[in-house]
């Protein structure tokens, strides 16, 4: 049954809308794409990002909400008539089952990555007089995120969504940016309650080839930098503090030898347990991180404040042993065994706050200008 646009435009909005989509849907195959047989479907894309909600380096995966939006043309659909009032006709999910709809999903996504464009409550489609389609939906994605922690926790990462045609090759299906670099919107960067915060979007284009033929993938690749206080008050102060109190050694008298021995290894106990906690807050990796580098260098310095001490000590019990069994120095050699002792001591206060102080001093030097070479 055919219904001309001179009756149409002669009813009532409400009335209009109902008799264009009838009159368009009567010989509509929405199993076939638009264009069929000659060249390929423009979908443009654009996201806007709500917010990220969360984002895990033990998972590595991150979760963004957003509004997904995909627009392309479909000429069966056009109706446009200079009479008309009616420009554009919405439609909910059950209606747009009627509508073909490109097989876009998320080729990353780690729950699902099949599309439920006809299920979904919160989808909404627009259909323009032109033929225009415009597809919105609104959901939650949570996608992996291949994360590198050899800067762990000063590092920066870079989680990507990637979208791409189901089944449709790009001699079918032409995926792009619907507005260029402006095509995704951060609405809300800030995560006031997480270890990570949002920096800037990069857009980009790829197209992969496969046995199949040709497909071509869209990705968001979404920067976001360690929020690194936390860890400063949780690590790096608590252990920088231990290898300074294991430095109290050396105002021991040195034939306290247990005190000594009992501190240099309370304190590197300390470091190592705060170590093994700060490698627990993150994914476990087969290599060295920013943070084991910073530990291990400071239970190298609390050994050798330990060593020293152990030196000093000798020389002070070599003193006691030769005065109680053969007691044949005079009080000028003892004295000067004495001193002896208390100058490796007063030399190891100087040296070793010196040591700590270049181990900072090249170890902030190395990772943060680093991070800030990559411009995230």
């Not at 240099?264 to 943070?291: P, R």
């Amino acid at each position: 049954m055919f219904i001309s646009f001179d009756f149409i435009s002669a009813l009532k909005p409400a009335d209009e809308v109902s008799s264009i989509l009838h009159s368009k849907l009567v010989k509509y195959n929405r199993n076939l794409r638009p264009n069929y047989g000659e060249e390929s479907v423009s979908v443009g894309i654009s996201l806007e990002i709500i917010r990220v909600l969360d984002i895990s380096d033990i998972n590595m995966d991150f979760t963004v909400q957003m509004e997904f939006k995909q627009s392309w043309k479909d000429s069966r659909l056009s109706f446009e008539n200079g009479e008309s009032v009616i420009k554009e006709i919405g439609v909910g999910t059950e209606f747009a089952k009627n509508f073909w709809v490109p097989d876009t999903f998320f080729a990353n996504e780690k729950l699902s990555s099949i599309p439920k464009h006809t299920t979904d409550s919160e989808m909404f489609l627009k259909v323009q007089s032109s033929g225009t389609i415009i597809l919105s939906r609104r959901m939650t994605v949570t996608a992996s995120c291949e994360m590198t922690l050899h800067h762990f926790p000063l590092d920066c990462q870079v989680c990507s969504l990637e979208m791409a045609s189901l089944g449709h090759f790009v001699k079918d299906i032409e995926l792009g940016w619907l507005a260029g670099n402006d095509s995704v919107i951060m609405l809300s960067p800030d995560m006031p309650n997480y270890l990570f915060t949002v920096g800037s979007v990069r857009l980009r284009e790829k197209k992969v080839k496969l046995l199949s033929g040709i497909y071509k993938t869209l990705l968001v690749d979404i920067s976001v930098k360690r929020k690194w206080g936390y860890f400063v008050k949780s690590f790096y102060v608590p252990v920088g503090v231990s290898v300074i109190l294991s430095w109290m050694a050396f105002l021991i008298p040195p034939h306290h030898v247990t005190a000594r021995v009992i501190l240099g290894l309370g304190m590197l106990c300390s470091v190592v347990l705060l170590e093994i906690q700060a490698a627990g807050m993150t994914a476990s990796v087969a290599y060295l991180t920013a943070g084991d580098l910073y530990g291990g260098g400071c239970c190298v310095l609390i050994i050798m404040s330990l060593l020293v001490s152990g030196v000093a000590s000798c020389v002070t019990s070599g003193e006691k042993r030769n005065g109680k069994h053969k007691n044949i120095e005079g009080k000028s050699k003892r004295l000067l065994r004495c001193l002896q002792a208390r100058c490796i001591d007063l030399l190891s206060c100087l040296v070793f706050p010196v040591l700590g102080a270049v181990l900072g001093i090249k170890y902030w030097e190395l990772f943060e200008i680093e991070k800030l070479d990559t411009g995230l």
